[in-house]
């Protein structure tokens, strides 16, 4: 009831000034090792989506790289490839890889380890959600990839899933939304069931059967971005850049236990919610980057509140321990490696209590941040994709860096 309240209390404050009358938002001094992973010498980081530890401080990254293979000359295409999960110790030193040639690791999205240290990987184009053990064996499985895809035509909609609804329950570039080229959005509302919404990087279609960008009430994805779990082991879901605009809610067996959202900008919809994560309390925060902020839920789907303070969130962690903060990447676009780019530190009411970094290139910068780690308060991990490395970064405290 007091976080309730705190929270409400938080947004009212928030409403009330505007953005630009805020306090200055106060400097954190950093370090950040932008290389403090080694890889083999014939290994090499490709886009870094995905980063996470585990209690005994193992790091396991999920990275864009490998060997795409796609089997064409039958009637079931067949993608596999492409995204590779590599493991290393505490002291950086590369132990192995986990899944290699799995049939799911196609288009890393991101890598979580829950509190008993199992490995969770999402999947954006195969559409599945992967838990290994700590020992990197698969043990359950979310979601579906397609046996075969369908490769439209440049600016082509993707085609209609059966029995109406967007292509959202395939995996692969069928599955993937708006296409540069593609009908404007009066076209694409009356273009046919499949026609997915406007939006940068796909998203928006229509679900099956139900509101725009709803989603079928089950574990069929469609691009799914993240995964958190609740103090009680049940499974929540970011589905997310494809066809659907919704959070998936699974018991810790992965029953489908209920689902919310759709495409939109009202509170309760999304446009691409790319980051999710889950406080001491329960309370279900997601980066809702599409309409640049972050909506407060409880475990059932209830609204609470939302952040409008935090730029464009596109990756969000919570702290361990009594005193829980969040962090949020701020990210750049990869199309704009100078705009915005730095990370805040915001507590669980929304205040900002400081920012750090900003676009770039070099060390102590950043390049679409795509998931954030923070298990402590003062020492964090950043997976960047448009600079195709893992950063480790350590807070030093307030001032001018």
Request: glycine share 16%; hydrophobic share 35%.
């Amino acid at each position: 009831m007091n976080r309730t309240i705190q929270i409400a209390v938080g947004l009212l404050a928030l409403a009330a000034v505007p953005l630009s009358a805020q306090l200055v938002v106060a400097e954190l001094t950093y370090d950040a090792q932008i290389e403090p992973l080694k890889l083999p010498g014939n290994l090499n980081f490709g886009e870094v989506a995905g980063v996470a530890t585990n209690s005994k401080g193992d790091v396991f990254v999920y990275t864009r790289t490998g060997h795409p293979t796609l089997s064409l000359g039958t009637a079931r295409p067949f993608a596999h490839g492409g995204s590779r999960m590599f493991r290393f110790d505490k002291t950086g030193k590369y132990v192995g890889e986990i899944g290699q040639g799995s049939y799911a690791m196609l288009f890393a999205e991101k890598v979580k380890v829950d509190p008993q240290d199992n490995i969770w990987v999402v999947d954006q184009m195969s559409n599945t959600i992967m838990e290994f053990d700590s020992e990197g064996r698969l043990v359950m499985l979310l979601g579906r990839k397609a046996e075969s895809e369908t490769v439209p035509a440049r600016g082509a909609a993707p085609p209609a899933a059966p029995g109406g609804g967007g292509a959202g329950g395939g995996g692969g570039a069928a599955a993937g939304g708006a296409r540069a080229g593609g009908p404007p959005p009066q076209q694409a509302a009356g273009a046919g069931r499949g026609a997915p919404a406007p939006d940068a990087e796909g998203g928006g279609g229509r679900g099956r059967g139900g509101p725009p960008g709803a989603g079928g009430q089950q574990d069929v994805f469609s691009r799914p971005t993240d995964v958190a779990w609740d103090a009680a082991g049940n499974i929540y879901v970011a589905d997310g850049l494809g066809n659907n605009s919704r959070i998936a809610k699974f018991d810790k067996n992965g029953k489908f236990v209920r689902s919310w959202g759709q495409t939109g900008t009202a509170t309760g919809q999304f446009r691409q919610p790319r980051s999710i994560a889950i406080d001491a309390q329960g309370l279900v925060y997601v980066a809702d980057a599409g309409n640049r902020r972050i909506q407060v839920f409880d475990g059932d789907g209830n609204f609470k509140t939302r952040f409008l303070n935090v730029g464009t969130p596109r990756a969000i962690c919570i702290t361990q321990g009594p005193r829980q903060v969040m962090y949020v990447s701020n990210s750049n676009p990869p199309e704009d490696i100078d705009a915005e780019g730095n990370i805040y530190k915001v507590d669980l009411t929304g205040k900002l209590l400081g920012t750090f970094g900003h676009a770039g290139r070099l060390a102590k910068e950043f390049n679409a941040v795509n998931q954030l780690e923070c298990r402590t308060e003062n020492e964090l991990w950043a997976a960047e994709i448009g600079n195709w490395r893992v950063s480790k970064i350590t807070l030093r405290g307030t001032g001018t860096n």
